[in-house]
């Protein structure tokens, strides 16, 4: 396959992704309404879950497949982007109020998550008992955030004739993230070797950035109606599911190492952007569109020095 023909794989496969992540995406809504879910419970487990599914899909199979940079690539590039990216756009859109203390302790804990993976990477892998390790994490993190009373809130609903066919399509919308994922991998690693560029650039960049996608337009919709509470809640929940369920399991599949020096950059650079969000919701109780406009000047820059690192060592080479 060439060059070009990779690129448009991975084009239509990063397209395909995000439209079957909104099929899975409606029809967790629907099944979150149908047992009555409450709306910050709905954005910080199933829309959370749901929009993480191509970040699941696709570290998977990079794993699977022996990949694991690209695993790890899109893990680190997909929380990278979820914080930088998306909560800066969303801030840019409309000022990003809190007054709820769950939400900040959300990111205080999303902060411990962060700094996880990159204390267990400085042992030189992630391998099979760090993956259980990582999933322990999120188990104890869903107990913490439950018994906190700040998800799962149920409400009575009455069922309805529709649920039947919701779970098809959620079962129709998985299948679908699954094919499209083995494309976007394969892809990814084609223009890697084609570039001689580290498979782990294309999982921090180019890869992260499509499956970060079904974030960015969910929670600009959500913005946009005003349910800042649901975009908050995907944007931290989908962070933690990134680093501990889907790296976890990406772990447990293949061993990933730190062997390129991308990972400890990026890793840094989230704990930086984690703690200043943490910082702002704390003193301001809040994003402004001023602070929403640094992370994404922050999430630019930082895209421009990875892709500076990479194709230094490439010419280098």
């Not at 749901?50 to 794993?63: G, K, N, Q």
């Not at 899109?74 to 109020?97: C, P």
């Not at 809640?233 to 390129?260: A, E, Q, R, Y």
Request: charged residues 10%.
């Amino acid at each position: 396959m060439t060059f070009l023909e990779s690129s448009l794989t991975l084009l239509i496969a990063l397209v395909v992704l995000v439209k079957s992540s909104h099929w899975v995406l409606d029809s967790a809504i629907r099944l979150a309404e149908h047992f009555g879910i409450a709306e910050f419970a709905t954005g910080y487990v199933f829309i959370a879950f749901a929009t993480s599914f191509p970040d699941l899909i696709v570290s998977v199979i990079a794993s699977s497949s022996g990949a694991g940079s690209i695993a790890l690539g899109d893990v680190l590039g997909s929380s990278i982007a979820n914080i930088a990216l998306v909560l800066g756009v969303t801030a840019l859109l409309r000022r990003v109020d809190v007054k709820r203390e769950q939400t900040i302790e959300s990111a205080e804990l999303l902060f411990i998550v962060a700094v996880l993976p990159l204390l267990l990477l400085y042992r030189g892998s992630l391998g099979f008992a760090e993956g259980v390790f990582l999933i322990l994490i999120f188990h104890l993190y869903l107990i913490f955030v439950v018994k906190k009373g700040f998800t799962l809130s149920l409400k009575p609903v009455k069922p309805h004739a529709e649920i039947a066919k919701t779970i098809v399509l959620f079962a129709i919308g998985v299948a679908v993230l699954i094919v499209s994922g083995k494309f976007v991998v394969g892809s990814a690693i084609q223009i890697a070797q084609g570039l001689n560029v580290p498979q782990a650039f294309m999982g921090l960049t180019i890869i992260s950035f499509g499956t970060t996608l079904p974030e960015l337009m969910v929670d600009f919709a959500a913005i946009r109606r005003g349910k800042v509470a649901l975009a908050l809640g995907d944007i931290f929940g989908s962070c933690v599911i990134n680093l501990t369920v889907v790296l976890g399991v990406s772990s447990i599949l293949g061993p990933i190492s730190n062997g390129v020096g991308l990972f400890t950059t990026g890793f840094v650079f989230l704990v930086a952007a984690t703690m200043f969000v943490w910082y702002l919701l704390i003193r301001h109780e809040g994003i402004s569109r001023r602070n929403g406009l640094v992370l994404l000047l922050a999430y630019v820059a930082y895209i421009m020095a990875e892709a500076i690192v990479a194709f230094s060592k490439t010419i280098g080479n």
